[in-house]
């Protein structure tokens, strides 16, 4: 069965330092994977996606992820944290083929300290 | 452009009462989609539609209906709401099913009492 699970249910980082938002998925297919990001009382935001591309995605506000097949993660990165980032961030899976429904991560919680 | 739009952003309603969360979008995209969030429980898929005049259950149906008159609107009802209806409902369109990027409304709260 394909699943997705985010690691960390929250995350708390100070401001300046680097971001580690760790998913991993679990398919018998070729995968897509998103990254989404919800700012308190809004809807989700796409930061950035990867489709059987370069393995290595970059996304907006200097977020990016790597897809590792081998590792089957898809992990988001930032170098530097800002407060501005503080959300809650999903990790999102679905499938060139089978079912084509996304598949969400239950999200991770950043916190961003001053 | 607008993208995608709903209402009301929020709304307590009495259980028992039939309620519609109204969704619009303008980029003339095929497929449309609501979801509830829960705490904890991430997004979780009520209904979709991959074209007017067509309409599928994702993976907790019960309770909802939809429909699709046309390529902009995708209401979602609540026959006779129960609490644990209590969510917050995210509509959300995509050029097609598949691996298209699904763009997200930003949301109605539901409060039913």
């Known amino acids: 069965a394909q699943s997705v699970t985010q690691l960390d249910s929250h995350v708390s980082v100070s401001e300046g330092t680097p971001v580690l938002l760790r998913c991993n998925y679990s398919?018998?297919?070729?995968?897509?994977l998103f990254w989404y990001v919800q700012h308190p009382n809004k809807g989700l935001q796409l930061l950035l996606k990867?489709?059987?591309?370069?393995?290595l995605v970059k996304g907006i506000n200097g977020f990016e992820a790597e897809f590792k097949k081998s590792e089957t993660s898809f992990h988001l990165t930032k170098p530097s944290a800002h407060m501005s980032d503080a959300a809650e961030y999903f990790c999102?899976?679905?499938?060139?083929?089978?079912?084509?429904?996304?598949?969400f991560g239950t999200g991770t919680r950043l916190k961003v300290l001053a | 452009i607008a993208g995608i739009t709903q209402a009301p952003t929020s709304q307590i309603l009495a259980a028992g009462r039939r309620m519609t969360l109204r969704c619009t979008q303008d980029?003339?995209?095929?497929?449309m989609y609501w979801y509830r969030q829960d705490l904890g429980l991430g997004l979780r898929l009520i209904h979709y539609?991959?074209?007017?005049?067509?309409?599928g259950k994702g993976e907790v149906p019960d309770g909802y209906s939809v429909s699709r008159a046309n390529t902009d609107d995708f209401p979602l009802t609540l026959a006779s709401a129960v609490p644990s209806q209590t969510s917050v409902y995210f509509c959300?369109?995509?050029?097609?099913?598949?691996?298209?990027?699904?763009?997200f409304g930003p949301g109605t709260r539901l409060t039913v009492l």
């Open positions: 959300a369109s995509s050029e097609g099913l598949g691996t298209n990027t699904q763009y």
């Open positions: 980029m003339r995209h095929n497929a």
């Open positions: 539609s991959n074209t007017a005049g067509t309409t």
């Open positions: 990867y489709t059987s591309a370069a393995t």
């Open positions: 398919s018998s297919y070729s995968p897509s």
């Open positions: 999102v899976v679905t499938f060139t083929s089978g079912t084509y429904k996304y598949i």
